[in-house]
């Protein structure tokens, strides 16, 4: 007999010892270890352990009734949005859908980095209905849980047309993509329209707010602040420890913190798309806010984009959106033909300091020049701008129009 043989057999005999210890009837039974309260999670949220071809996995649901709000925004609200309310934001790819075809998806990620070794841990979706607002939340317990909470998902958002994120289509997406690969699934995003509202939003808020995080926006638009939140960079730690040691306790917030970005999702929802769709009913009252808006209308809707600047130069700005907005405005109504309301604006930039004076002496250069054949004038507006800005290009300017001028007094 080789030496691995006689390894083999002793193993063998050693392992027939210990079943006939405890296979007697006298046989001490096995120590328990007692469980303390709040190990599953299922003790502590509503929910169910789901049971699929892949495995198991736990689910939770929640639903905020009609009646309800979140902030500025009713939850009854929802459910009677317009059918066209994404069609402008989403430039056209979503034409037509009824909000309850649409599923608001967030997810909390073991990490930031994205790749083959990030999981979305807990995936949430929720969705518009008669009776409320349905948040869905399917949650892994351990990594072996994954491929059967993929397979899930992809059942739920079977019966939707439209997935809407915020940063999910940098992020959420791609990550929920690569762990479909990984798990040799094929994901169900192909034939979803995305719209992912980040977009829309900075349009609207980033000259007004210093972020326009989600969580930011809750407190500012929605009116929204959270009690005892979990700070998104903790949740991957609090699920590491959770898988550690198997204390559910430590992961209801990360659930808390999922739910609520959803449902703010779907808020926000109701505000964004509507300013792209009907700006004069966006109730939008903020100057930034209307500049925002008119730069994304002002290549296709340049007489809106018009109105919206002037409407937010007379609700008032801070010097530095005035000018550029006021210099905005000059340029449209240029470009739209109407000299005269254009040439007060430039007038109007060229009587106190501001970094676009310079600027508009040269347009009002221009006016005088090739439209009024003022030449004495242009040559003025050409030399006020130089004093305050030098110009390869004004000097050129100011040398032609020098030179026009000698020669009509030759002729004269």
């Not at 459910?79 to 979503?94: F, R």
């Not at 990984?182 to 707010?209: I, N, Q, S, Y």
Request: aromatic share 8%; with cysteine.
């Amino acid at each position: 007999m080789g030496p691995i043989q006689e390894q083999l057999a002793a193993l063998r005999r050693r392992i027939a010892r210990i079943d006939l210890k405890y296979a007697g009837p006298n046989a001490a039974p096995l120590p328990v270890r007692p469980q303390r309260p709040g190990r599953f999670i299922e003790e502590l949220m509503s929910g169910e352990v789901v049971r699929t071809s892949h495995g198991e996995h736990f689910e939770a649901e929640k639903l905020w009734e009609r009646h309800r709000r979140h902030g500025s925004v009713g939850i009854s609200d929802l459910a009677d949005l317009p059918e066209d309310l994404l069609d402008a934001l989403s430039g056209g790819a979503i034409a037509r859908s009824v909000p309850s075809k649409w599923a608001f998806l967030d997810t909390e990620t073991t990490g930031l980095a994205g790749g083959t070794g990030t999981y979305a841990f807990l995936i949430g979706v929720g969705s518009i209905e008669a009776a409320g607002f349905r948040l869905r939340q399917f949650f892994m317990r351990d990594y072996g849980e994954e491929a059967s909470v993929l397979a899930r998902l992809a059942e739920h958002l079977a019966q939707f047309e439209v997935i809407i994120t915020y940063n999910g289509k940098a992020y959420d997406q791609p990550l929920l993509e690569t762990r479909f690969r990984m798990a040799r699934a094929r994901h169900p995003f192909e034939r979803l329209e995305h719209l992912d509202l980040l977009f829309g939003a900075r349009r609207l808020w980033k000259l007004r707010l210093d972020s326009c995080r989600l969580v930011d926006l809750e407190q500012q638009i929605l009116g929204v602040e959270r009690q005892g939140d979990l700070p998104g960079a903790m949740i991957p730690y609090y699920y590491f420890d959770y898988v550690r040691t198997q204390q559910a306790l430590r992961i209801v917030p990360i659930f808390h913190h999922n739910a609520m970005d959803i449902l703010s999702l779907a808020c926000l929802t109701a505000i964004v798309p509507l300013a792209f769709r009907s700006p004069e009913q966006s109730g939008l009252r903020h100057g930034a806010d209307l500049i925002g808006l008119a730069r994304w209308l002002k290549p296709e809707r340049p007489d809106d984009a018009l109105r919206l600047l002037h409407q937010a130069v007379n609700l008032g700005l801070p010097d530095a959106l005035l000018f550029p907005a006021l210099w905005e405005t000059g340029l449209m109504e240029k470009r739209l033909g109407r000299a005269d309301q254009a040439l007060a604006i430039f007038r109007e930039l060229t009587e106190c300091r501001n970094p676009f004076r310079a600027r508009a002496f040269e347009e009002l250069a221009k006016h005088f020049e090739h439209h009024s054949r003022d030449f004495p004038k242009a040559l003025e507006m050409t030399r006020q701008g130089l004093a305050l800005e030098e110009s390869p290009q004004m000097r050129r300017r100011e040398a032609r129009l020098s030179a026009r001028i000698a020669r009509l007094s030759v002729r004269s």
